[in-house]
C-alpha cells in the first residue's frame, strides 16, 4: 500500500503539488512501520537458523543481512528526507529490506523443495 501511495504521489505531482505531498508522507508513515516487523521475522529466521535443524545455516547469515536492512529502515519512522527516510533514502529506502524479504523466501522454498531436509528425533 505504501509503495502505491508514493506512485500516486509521482503520478499527480506535476498537476497538484499538495496532494502529491500527502501522499508522499502517507506512503511513508505505512512503510516504517513495517520495518519494525522485518526486524522481528529476521531476527527470528536468524535464531531458528542457527539453533536448531529446520533451517540451513546460510538462511540464518542471509537473515542477519535482513536484519541490518530492516534496521536501517527504521530510521525512516522519524525523518521524511535525508538518507533515513523510508520511501527512498539510501539507508531506510524499501528496496533493500522488500528485497531481502523475497530473496530469503524464495531461496528458502527452492531450498525445501530440492532437498528436504532429514530432522533428528
Known sequence: MAIGLVMAAGLVAGTDPASAYTLHVGGFVLAAPAAFAGV?????????????????????????????????????????TGPWNSGNGLLGGIAAPLGLFVVWILAISVTWLREPQEVPA
Do not use: R
Open 40 to 80: 522481528a521475522f529476521f531476527v527470528a529466521m536468524a535464531v531458528v537458523a542457527f539453533g536448531s535443524q529446520v533451517l540451513p545455516d546460510w538462511s540464518g547469515w542471509l537473515a542477519l543481512v535482513g536484519v541490518l536492512a530492516n534496521v536501517g529502515a527504521v530510521g525512516g519512522v522519524g525523518t521524511l
